[in-house]
């Protein structure tokens, strides 16, 4: 039962434009949510995190929104920079728990 | 990756070896989680520890995968009898608290049974 969701595998945007990644989830005791990016042969990074409590949380390029009533967040990137180019994860918890549930990633590639 | 520190970087095993592999969290966490990163899938929750304690083992298989985060040194993620299977990069994860924070990646280790 995956219970965050990444549907698109992969996703090429051209530089200075916006990158969209999307998060769906299902389990609405899920809280808190958080944005890792990952390189190939390095350990995740995390980006930016939203709590439920919010829609939208921002920092430099990256903002993070989240839509409860769909159970869906995204990922903004503006602009998009070819260092940006790396596997993206999702992944969400729930207050008083540990468990970090992952999404399978979306491998975004900015092209120059 | 503030400081997670995990070795090996890479391990080759044979089928029917042990691999052990350690997890150095950042200095003052004193939570631990280990995730196991198949080839094209995504990151899946194996085990998580406090300090001498496992609180959450439901992501690891029954038999042949165990943890231990002990009161001095770094945790230890031990795989008997590996099987080909078992390839995968292994991520180990500390936070500072429960739930509602981050958690801090290592760089994996990437373990390969030949």
């Known amino acids: 039962d995956q219970q965050v969701k990444q549907n698109s595998p992969s996703l090429s945007v051209q530089e200075g434009r916006i990158s969209i990644l999307n998060c769906d989830y299902t389990?609405?005791?899920?809280?808190?949510f958080l944005w890792y990016k990952k390189y190939p042969a390095e350990g995740p990074t995390f980006l930016i995190s939203i709590s439920s409590i919010k829609d939208k949380n921002e920092d430099g390029r990256f903002t993070v929104f989240l839509n409860k009533s769909a159970k869906h967040l995204s990922l903004h990137i503006v602009p998009s920079q070819p260092g940006d180019s790396a596997v993206y994860f999702c992944?969400?918890?729930?207050?008083?728990?540990?468990?970090?549930?992952f999404g399978t990633g979306t491998r975004l590639k900015v092209l120059a | 990756n503030a400081g997670v520190m995990q070795n090996p970087r890479h391990l080759v095993r044979r089928r029917g070896q042990e691999a052990r592999l350690r997890c150095s969290p950042v200095k003052g966490h004193s939570h631990v989680y280990w995730y196991r990163q198949l080839p094209e899938e995504g990151l899946k929750f194996m085990v998580y520890l406090q300090k001498e304690n496992i609180i959450d083992e439901s992501g690891m298989p029954k038999e042949r995968f165990s943890a231990e985060f002990p009161k001095e040194g770094p945790s230890i993620l031990r795989i008997q009898q590996v099987v080909r299977g078992d390839s995968a990069a292994y991520f180990c994860?500390?936070?500072?608290?429960?739930?509602?924070?981050?958690?801090?990646f290592g760089q994996g280790t990437r373990l390969t049974v030949v």
């Open positions: 992944a969400a918890v729930y207050s008083g728990t540990y468990k970090y549930i």
């Open positions: 389990n609405s005791m899920f809280d808190y």
């Open positions: 994860a500390s936070s500072p608290g429960t739930g509602m924070s981050e958690a801090f």
